[in-house]
T-cell receptor
Framework: AQTVTQSQPEMSVQEAETVTLSCTYD???????LFWYKQPPSRQMILVIR??????QNATENRFSVNFQKAAKSFSLKISDSQLGDAAMYFC???????????FGTGTLLAVQP | GAVVSQHPSRVICKSGTSVKIECRSL??????MFWYRQFPKQSLMLMAT?????????EQGVEKDKFLINHASLTLSTLTVTSAHPEDSSFYIC??????????????FGPGTRLTVL
């Protein structure tokens, strides 16, 4: 069965600094999708970034980028120039493309210090 | 991104009553929608897949008779918690797969419904 692990329950970063959130997953599939979702206090799930497993190039979205290591089954999120609005719970998620069903990690609560 | 609405945003009910939660896809039609459950300070767990025109499919361990799902139209799915008990108190979130200009392999989430059963 597929699993997603986030080993950092909480992280803290200074405003304008860079922080990396870790995620590992376990799957026997070769074609799948990985996501980072942000859940602020409002609890609305917001898509941060996505990565197709067949693409070697790491995805980037403005200040957000990933380090996708397929062989190591690792999918970390880097947030550059952290802003106060980045403070939220961040969930790593896996989707075996055929089902559209998401398996979530346990989340990392990110605090941004002014 | 896609706009997905849920109603109500929060509901408080007495034990033994039934509660209906609506999920609407406002931007596009959806033959499939998903229902998740999130306990406080925990992750999201997939409960079931709502299928337009056919029965919902439930994840292992989810009671289909307690959590009734009806995909009434291509833009509406409802989750009814029957004979609710305090242990059903949770945050319920629906999601819709993207289509059209949106990534079809990506889920777009509603704002969630907080259910409290007294």
């Amino acid at each position: 069965a597929q699993t997603v692990t986030q080993s950092q329950p909480e992280m803290s970063v200074q405003e304008a600094e860079t922080v990396t959130l870790s995620c590992t997953y376990d799957t026997s599939e070769s074609d799948y999708y990985l996501f980072w979702y942000k859940q602020p206090p409002s609890r609305q799930m917001i898509l941060v970034i996505r990565q197709e497993a067949y693409k070697q190039q790491n995805a980037t979205e403005n200040r957000f980028s990933v380090n996708f290591q397929k062989a190591a089954k690792s999918f970390s999120l880097k947030i550059s120039d952290s802003q106060l609005g980045d403070a939220a719970m961040y969930f790593c998620a896996y989707d075996w493309g055929a089902t559209n069903k998401l398996i979530f990690g346990t989340g990392t609560l990110l605090a941004v210090q002014p | 991104g896609a706009v997905v609405s849920q109603h109500p945003s929060r509901v408080i009910c007495k034990s033994g009553t039934s509660v209906k939660i609506e999920c609407r896809s406002l931007d596009f039609q959806a033959t499939t929608m998903f229902w998740y459950r999130q306990f406080p300070k925990q992750s999201l767990m997939l409960m079931a897949t709502s299928n337009e025109g056919s029965k919902a499919t439930y994840e292992q361990g989810v009671e289909k008779d307690k959590f009734l799902i009806n995909h009434a139209s291509l833009t509406l799915s409802t989750l009814t918690v029957t004979s609710a008990h305090p242990e059903d108190s949770s945050f319920y979130i629906c999601s819709v797969p993207g289509t059209g200009d949106l990534w079809t392999d990506t889920q777009y989430f509603g704002p969630g419904t907080r259910l409290t059963v007294l």
